[in-house]
Each structure stands twice: as structure tokens, then as C-alpha cells.
């Protein structure tokens, strides 16, 4: 093979990035594949709109199956996001023997597996590095640099949008509402940011890091999710009066029997590694068996970052088409891993600890009220703050807790917030905290 | 090919993480290769030594000579340490048609490149993924997660004892001397800390990260080396008033044209990513011109740490042998890298900001001669610190500078030193800090 082709199929944000990176810097690319990388067509459905990057018009289409019909073109990669046309393009790029590298979390997250399948049996990979914390290279790092580890546990911050908000309103004392709009005016938010700020965008990423964690099957659809849209301000403050950040955190656990898998708001120790992270930064911390503790972070969007992962990708898989290996490295780490289930905890079953926001309408007695009941589900208080400030005609009583039971979490906070000297409901949030162990008592 | 065999030479605490991870994980290690790996024998001159895990004596040899010999054996794994021995050991090696990994950093960074061409004439591969910062990917990274950008810096904390010195004198104001005797009563430090502390170990890993970044040969004599042994408590603390800390750091930066790489004691602002990684950790903080900055951070060294990233290496030259494929990536990233010499700017051309402490013998009229010689040198003070306290007999005025070229500042303190109100030699530390830009006069 003298030279690798490549087609492309989206010409946005992130196809003008790899565009760029393929055209501008053909010497070290081909430097390091040893033969040419060539761009052979890129298809957009729109090519009038203005680009930071010009094409010769012989190597645009507005018709995607020239691409995929292309017998020339080895690699297509898949930009135009979305998950059903993007589903439908990537099997017809695979049933035509075609290698595919797509920057689609949703895609993966929902339609990896069927999507690894049919490569398998057509043999070529389906490359994804860029679906996961943009230019970081956490997939490379959990098929390859880890692969001899047993990993314990994940806690990501995987999402820019709502990392970059919840900066803001940390720093700012600003509402969610507020951040969020300077979030959009500054090109980090979308004007419908539904997926990133309830936390899907981030739990289809977790989805993918879990299957390249534990070799098996992708499953979305067990990640508990929670987003950062009924964040009060307040409970940023008094998070931080207990020496917390808070931070939306995609978790994994794994203690040998069920997963953990949960995306939701989090208190973090202001002294963590994650809680350093700002703006619109991703993170990844993880723990293996024998690496330890391992922080990957990076910048998790934007098109040249992105399109760095990209790029890598189709350099990996040009080196085995140089070297007539249709296929290497199975997509999950391991050809096994598409016929292995791991069940995910469900979420009453996860044992953390929890930062509380009582409503107390009437002070003298409740905080008595309010810990018995506590006491009777087992749940032990850490530490409490109780300030004279009214909210909404209610007293804050705010307190952590030592680990509990969600399940036991729940029902107690219905027993509360049944008590009459109680403003349902009750907020609570999940705490990640190494130091704060169970109760003692 | 059924299996892979592996021959590991060197059973000490490196060997000994190897062997306990291929030996207690068989299942994840042959689910993730396909096909069984085999630890075939294990080479150590000293069998009678007790060690943290045990093997059957049929596994055992005293002589380096039956692994190489073996014709079963196709990987191996070179763990001894030292420079010369590990050279001809790796050499016989590949001239058997056997890969190679190893953990030797000396090894790769003075004899890498007679290393890597002897491979490449074998078509055998060489991995070294263990021979910077232990477990972090970071070699994979350069090598393949990134290989699409051309990177602008490495700042690098490497070496894991000096950085817990460092943390140790800063948290304690202890001296060096004690902070060095707490390490090696912890086991961070050796009975002969040289390597470490005078930089020469992070400089072995500077060199190897710079082939990777560059494409280049290696190039260890260019690297401008200080270590930390003469780093005095008294700096430390001016430095923290200033609002840095102090750590060793690899340093090298790539603007087009010749590079820097240099290791010496850096004051970097406190809330730099770098200035948060405490005790034994290792981190990498890089830029590239498409990814931006990227943070690599985790243990740098110790047993389990460092085996992850050898099996790491050797799951991924047993994928190609199980493909019948001897060499897929040349060691540095590409075949050009090792007919390609990038040179170093020699210190004198370096241009980055300045710490001084100067010993005031007489203090009125002082800080004018210094100032004065300064701006003869086209040095600017950026900020100044001159305070009451008397350390033998003299006293400190501190400062930071604005951007000036080494040669300037070197010249510049050979004409203040001469200066009968100043006790000489005055101190100088160089300062890593993006928002100290050059003088705005």
C-alpha cells in the first residue's frame, strides 16, 4: 500500500479541525506513517456556509455515499453527529470493508455494540478516542497503557459545558440561569444545552469508559443520571463552608461484585485534584491495581482538540493498513468483551456519603426531630451547620454524613420531609470524599 | 502463534511487580491478548534474596545467558538497571531476533539510539514505556495519542524523590539534608541519592521525551543539568511570599527554531496544575499545538506502578506476534526519528524569567548598584523583596525579573558579585510562570 485514503463525512466544527490538521501538516504525518495520508473527499450536506478552512471544490460532495462508495477511500470518518443517520452511515462505511473513526459519544454510547459486531465480522476497527474528553487520550490510555489493571474505580469530569458553569457560579455566587447564559455567550454552551447540563453527554462518555474499563458490553441505559440544572447557589456556598467544590462527576466503582455507574452533581474536597480542574477542562482520575491513582487531563472539546484524537486514530489505523492488518486491537481492548454483561448497582444500592439541606420552618426541636430519624435509617451525621440566614421563610440546617445507603437515604429523607417543622423537599447531594469514612459508632 | 513467551532478566523490585502481575491475572491478561501469556523464565544472579513473590525453581535461572539462548522466549524483558551490562544484554537480545522491553532509563537515553537502529535492522521492537514515570502512559501518548500534533513544551516533574524532598522541605522548612534523610528513611530515596537528586535521572526521561516529541534522536549530553542538593529553606519561603513553589523541572520547549531542554530547580506560581503535584508523584504537563495543554499525572515509580506499564508494553508486542507482524511502530514514533538531529540551544541562549537573592553587606545605596548593573544588562525587576532579616551577617534582597536571556543574567551577577557591599555568590533560580511576561518598558 503506497498510500493511506481518507474521506470524511461532516464538514463542522470538528471536520474543519481534522481538515486543517491533515492538510496543514502532511510532512509529519506522513513522517510518521512512514506513507502519505491522503484526504480523498470530505462531504457536507451544506457547503455554502463560510469555513475557517478552504477545500479545492473536486474534493467536496454534499453527497455522503460518494464517500462511502468511494473504492479509494479506506478510512471513513464520521462527523455529522446525531445517532440515527450517524448509526445508519457507519454500518454501510463498515458493510463496505470500510475502517470508521467517529467523534460520536451517542453513537457509541447507544450503538456500540451493534456497531463492534458488524465490524468484527466485516474485520476492520472502528476507532472512537475523540468520543471521550476531546483531545485527552483516556481510550488509548484504558485499551492499551492499562490493559494490565484491574480498575477499581473512575470519577470524571467529562463534560466542559457544565464544568465551565459550575466555575462560574462558584466564583461568581451566580445562579445556574445566569452561568448558563454567559456559558452560551462565550461559544461553551449549545442554545438547547439539555444534553450537557443533565448530565447525558457526560453518561454517554462514562458508558464508554466503563466498557473499555472492565472489558464488556457498552450500557447506557444502567447509568443513573442527575444534571446541574436545580444547582442553588446556596448549596455551592455551604459546600464550600464544609471545604467542598462541587463538581458534576461521572463514577464508576468496582469492588469485584456489581458496577457503580452514576453521573450527578458531587461535593469534592477543595484539595482534590478534580476539584482544581476549571473552566471548560476535562478530567479523568482513575485507580488501577497496580498503577495507583492516575489524573489525565485536558482540553474535552473544541475543534482542534478533537480533531488531535482524530487524527491519531486515523494514523493508528493507516499503520495497520500500511501493514495489510485489517484488524488489531479489538474496539473494547478485548474480542471478548461484546459477550460480557456487567450488571450495574442499582442506585439504592450505592453506599456514599451525603450532604443534606434541611428547610427547618421552626427551629427549636427540629434538628432532634431530624436526626432521630436519621438515627433510625442507620444514618450517621458528620457534621452539621445551622445558620440563622432565611431562605423562603425557612431556616437552613445543613449537615454531611458519614456513609450510608441511598435506599436508607430515601426513605429517611421522606420521613422527613413529612415532618410539619420541615419545607419539603429536601435537597441532597452525593459526596466523593477519601478522607470522610463511615461513622465510627 | 498459540502463546507468547516472555523472559524476564532482573528479579528485583521491578521483576518482582512483573512476575506478580502475569502471574496473578492470567484470565484479564489472555482476554485481552487472545491467546495465553507465558511467563517462560525469570533471571535474576541473586536467588537466594527473599522476595515478595515466589516462583517454581524450574522458572528460575542464575544465567542472563539461557534466557537470551531460549528459542521459546520472544519478548525479553530487560530489568537489571545499570548502563553497560543492560546494553549488551538488550543488544544480544535483539541480535537473537527477540523484542525488547525495558525499564532503563540510563540505557535508553545514553544508548537508545544504537539500541533503536540495531532493532530496526532486526525488525524486532524495543519498548520503554516503564522508563518514564513509572505507570502514566505518557510514552504512549507522545508516540501515538498525540502523534498528530507537533508539541511546543514539556514541563515535566520526573523524578519522584526529589519531588517529596521538595515537598518535605517546603510543608517542614526543613534543610535538604533532612528532607533527604526522611526519603530515604521512607524508601523514596537511595543510600546513593546522585541520580536523583542532582537531576540527572529526570534528565535521562527529559531526553527520552523529547525524541518522542521531536522525532528526533536521542540527544541526553545537550540537556543543561542542576539538581536540587544546594537549594536552601531560605528560598523556598521568599519564593512562596512571591507566590511560587518550588519544584524540579524537566523543561523543554520547541518555538521552530533550536529547542530548550534544561532541568533545574523552578519556581512555578502555586496555582499552576504542576505546583499541586505533591510527595513521590510524577506528572507531565505538555503542550501541542492542536490538543493545547494536557496534564499526565500518577506514581512515577514503584514496583506495581512501573510493572503496569511493562506488561502494558508487553501486551502490545504480543498482539504482533500473535499477527505474525514484527514491527509496527519504530520506538520513537517514526523511521526518520533517528537520522534526525534537533539541536539544543546552549543555556546561554535560554530566555525565561529570574529569581535572585542577592546578600546585601551595606544596605543604603545597595539595591541602586544592583538595579543599575541590571539595567546594563537589560534585566527588569518585576518585583522586589528586602526585608530585615540577617543570614550571615548580610542581608537578602530578593527579586524577581522580567523575561532576560541567560547570558545577560549570568554576566550581569559576575558584576554585582564583584560589588564589595555584596557577599557573593548570589543565588539564582530560574521561573516558569506564563503570566510574568517580558518587561512592558
Not at 67 to 76: K, N
Not at 86 to 101: C, F, P, S
Not at 216 to 224: C, E, Q, Y
Not at 369 to 395: D, P, T, Y
Request: net charge negative; charged share 20%; glycine share 8%.
Amino acid at each position: 500500500m503506497n498510500s493511506v485514503q481518507v474521506g470524511i463525512i461532516g464538514f463542522g466544527t470538528v471536520g474543519g479541525g481534522v481538515v486543517r490538521l491533515l492538510r496543514d501538516r502532511p510532512d509529519l504525518l506522513s513522517r510518521r506513517l512512514g506513507i502519505p495520508l491522503v484526504l480523498k473527499q470530505v462531504a457536507d450536506l451544506d457547503l455554502i456556509r463560510p469555513r475557517s478552512v478552504t477545500l479545492p471544490p473536486e474534493l467536496l460532495t454534499t453527497c455522503n455515499q460518494e464517500v462511502l462508495d468511494d473504492p479509494d477511500i479506506d478510512i471513513v470518518v464520521e462527523l455529522i453527529g446525531g445517532v440515527e443517520a450517524a448509526r445508519n452511515l457507519v454500518l454501510a462505511a463498515i458493510e463496505r470493508g470500510k475502517h470508521v473513526v467517529t467523534a460520536n459519544k451517542a453513537l457509541i454510547a447507544w450503538h456500540g455494540n451493534e456497531i463492534f459486531a458488524a465490524a468484527a465480522q466485516q474485520g476492520v476497527e472502528v476507532a472512537f478516542e475523540a468520543s471521550v474528553c476531546g483531545g485527552i487520550p483516556i481510550i488509548l490510555a484504558l485499551r492499551q497503557g492499562l490493559a494490565a489493571n484491574r480498575l477499581r474505580e473512575i470519577l470524571g469530569i467529562l463534560n466542559g459545558t457544565t464544568n465551565y458553569i459550575l466555575s462560574r457560579m462558584s466564583q461568581e455566587n451566580s445562579t445556574f440561569a445566569q452561568a448558563l447564559a454567559e456559558a452560551q455567550t462565550q461559544g461553551y454552551a449549545e442554545a438547547d444545552p439539555t444534553l450537557d447540563v443533565e448530565g447525558i453527554d457526560a453518561a454517554h462518555k462514562l458508558a464508554i469508559l466503563m466498557a473499555l474499563a472492565y472489558g464488556a458490553r457498552l450500557d447506557f441505559p444502567a447509568i443513573h443520571v442527575e444534571g446541574i440544572s436545580r444547582l442553588e447557589p446556596l448549596d455551592l456556598q455551604f459546600a464550600r463552608e464544609f471545604g467542598y467544590a462541587v463538581k458534576l462527576l461521572a463514577i464508576t466503582r468496582n469492588d469485584g461484585n456489581k458496577l457503580e455507574a452514576r453521573v450527578h452533581p458531587t461535593l469534592i474536597p477543595r484539595d482534590h485534584m478534580l476539584a482544581t480542574i476549571g473552566g471548560p477542562f476535562n478530567a479523568v482520575y482513575l485507580t488501577g491495581d497496580a498503577v495507583g491513582p492516575l489524573l489525565l487531563s485536558g482540553q474535552g472539546a473544541g475543534a482542534l482538540p478533537t480533531a488531535s484524537a482524530v487524527v491519531s486514530d486515523i494514523l493508528d489505523l493507516a499503520h495497520n493498513l500500511k501493514l495489510g492488518l485489517p484488524r488489531r486491537l479489538p474496539p473494547l481492548g478485548s474480542e471478548a468483551a461484546l459477550a460480557t454483561h456487567r450488571p450495574v448497582k442499582p442506585m439504592t444500592e450505592v453506599v456514599t456519603n451525603y450532604y443534606f439541606r434541611f428547610a427547618a420552618k421552626d427551629r427549636p426541636g427540629v434538628l432532634s426531630q431530624i436526626s432521630g430519624i436519621l438515627g433510625q435509617h442507620n444514618i450517621s451525621i458528620a457534621a452539621v451547620i445551622q445558620k440563622g440566614r432565611e431562605v423562603k421563610g425557612a431556616v437552613p440546617i445543613v449537615m454531611i454524613t458519614h456513609e450510608a445507603q441511598e435506599a436508607a437515604v430515601q426513605q429517611a429523607l421522606r420521613a422527613i420531609d413529612a415532618l410539619p417543622v420541615v419545607s419539603p423537599p429536601t435537597v441532597f447531594y452525593r459526596i466523593e470524599d477519601p478522607h470522610l469514612h463511615a461513622a465510627q459508632i
